[in-house]
């Protein structure tokens, strides 16, 4: 994948939220264009509707001068990326029009370079778009924060971030445990500021149409383990996504899961 030292730079317009400016953290959304015919019609959605709508939601929204595809599209990414403090390292990409689909084709070759994708037609609501955005940073935000948790360790927030009747899926076949099962697991370690790491590097968030349910799934590093991956659900409850079901497994390249089922069953014939 090309760097930004690899390519010139992509000429691009910034704007910040409110009276922020380019030291402060912040959401980024990043635009990518229909057309050039249809660029000034996009500059107009950032001094009218799109970009007030970013600004009272505190984002800041990034777009190119001209429309960007395939490796120049990745590169862009890593140039926003390098230029501004973007909130969780990764921004937020949006494809407007024609620019929809080289969106999801970026999306898809890269996706460890962005939080999530959406596409959208030429008009669409500003109000719906950031209301579906905020959503994805929230739970984005709290997936984040308990793994962070866990890793400080801070038991006490991680288990807050559980939903009532929540379920523990582990790597190991008997592993299902509810929350006060997996925290008398837990807190032996954590008392003794033994926890665990487990960084995302990819992440894609669903929504329910109401909004109030999401899933997920991750790649995840560990330094033992090396790429794990996480999946679940979470809900809206009262003011707050709580997480219901969380599953780590390990990933079995296909050319070994032969090899390790057979292992796995001498392992259980003992």
Request: no cysteine; charged share 25%.
């Amino acid at each position: 994948m090309p760097s930004v030292g690899d390519a010139p730079p992509i000429r691009i317009a910034i704007q910040f939220p409110g009276d922020a400016n380019a030291r402060a953290i912040s959401p980024v959304l990043l635009v990518l264009i229909p057309s050039p015919a249809e660029s000034k019609g996009v500059q107009w959605m950032l001094s009218n509707g799109l970009g007030e709508v970013a600004r009272d939601y505190g984002w800041t929204v990034v777009v190119p001068a001209a429309p960007v595809a395939g490796e120049r599209a990745a590169t862009l990414i890593e140039q926003v990326s390098d230029v501004l403090p973007v909130e969780g390292g990764r921004p937020f990409l949006l494809g407007i029009g024609e620019g929809a689909e080289r969106a999801r084709e970026v999306a898809a070759a890269h996706p460890g370079l962005i939080a999530a994708v959406d596409a959208v037609e030429s008009s669409f609501d500003e109000f719906a778009l950031f209301a579906t955005l905020e959503s994805r940073r929230a739970v984005g935000a709290v997936l984040d924060d308990f793994h962070r948790a866990a890793s400080e360790p801070d038991g006490v927030r991680y288990f807050g971030h559980f939903a009532p009747g929540a379920v523990f899926l582990g790597t190991d076949a008997t592993e299902r445990w509810s929350v006060a099962e997996f925290r008398a697991y837990a807190e032996p370690h954590f008392s003794q500021g033994r926890g665990w790491t487990y960084v995302s590097t990819e992440r894609h968030i669903g929504l329910s149409d109401d909004a109030r349910t999401a899933w997920f799934d991750e790649r995840l590093a560990n330094e033992k383990y090396g790429e794990v991956r996480g999946s679940g659900a979470l809900i809206w409850r009262g003011d707050r996504w709580l997480i219901t079901q969380y599953n780590l497994a390990f990933p079995v390249p296909n050319d070994l899961s032969g090899s390790l089922i057979e292992m796995i069953r001498e392992q259980e014939e003992k």
